[in-house]
């Protein structure tokens, strides 16, 4: 069988520079697939109630309700909602969250800010020690990175109970902590989502 011209270069320029002919670098392709799509009248998540409905509908249509998971939804600078992905499924009794597969999503849809969403199988929305943790670890490489996070919320996939880390000032106090420079921290502090009875200014 005869040799293709580009593999000869390939082994040529390699035997003058000393390399291994056997030695090659892999290239790869990174692609977004879309698969799907649920229907919603409005696009954009202004307050917590909107983004609850929205990841309650995406789990529902996508998710596992017998067991948790965890996902993203991945949102523009002016919180349009780009799509949703599930970075992780677990057991019923626990998931394991890393903050590398919950960013992949954001960064391949150019999302400027995310929604953590987590469901809870047995109807218990109180976050743990582990969850927060996890959390603050996440929120960390989105800001190195330049994306925020808006909100974590768990959703008991029994009786459509939450909890909001926004709504209890728990984002809020994880950005605090990051000690940025005060001008940025108050600039992401006023982009959270609001309590339902308020409106984003």
């Excluded at 030695?23 to 983004?51: C, N, P």
């Excluded at 409905?53 to 996508?62: D, H, L, P």
């Amino acid at each position: 069988m005869k040799m293709p011209n580009v593999i000869k270069r390939i082994l040529h320029r390699a035997s003058i520079t000393g390399l291994n002919p056997r030695w090659f670098v892999s290239q790869y392709r990174v692609r977004l697939v879309h698969e799907g799509g649920t229907q919603f009248v409005k696009l954009r998540i202004d307050t917590v109630k909107k983004a609850r409905a929205i990841a309650s509908r995406c789990f529902e249509a996508y998710g596992q309700t017998d067991r948790k998971q965890f996902g993203v939804i991945m949102l523009t600078n002016q919180n349009q909602v780009i799509g949703f992905n599930i970075a992780a499924t677990g057991s019923v009794s626990s998931v394991l969250v890393s903050p590398r597969e919950v960013l992949k999503p954001a960064i391949l849809t150019n999302a400027g800010a995310i929604i953590l969403c987590y469901t809870q199988p047995d109807g218990d929305v109180l976050p743990s020690r582990e969850d927060l943790s996890n959390v603050q670890k996440i929120v960390r490489a989105a800001w190195v990175i330049g994306i925020r996070v808006v909100d974590h919320l768990t959703i008991s996939t029994g009786d459509g109970g939450y909890f909001s880390f926004a709504e209890h000032g728990i984002i809020q106090k994880i950005y605090r902590s990051l000690r940025m420079p005060k001008s940025t921290a108050d600039s992401n502090e006023n982009m959270f989502l609001p309590t339902d009875s308020a409106t984003l200014h």
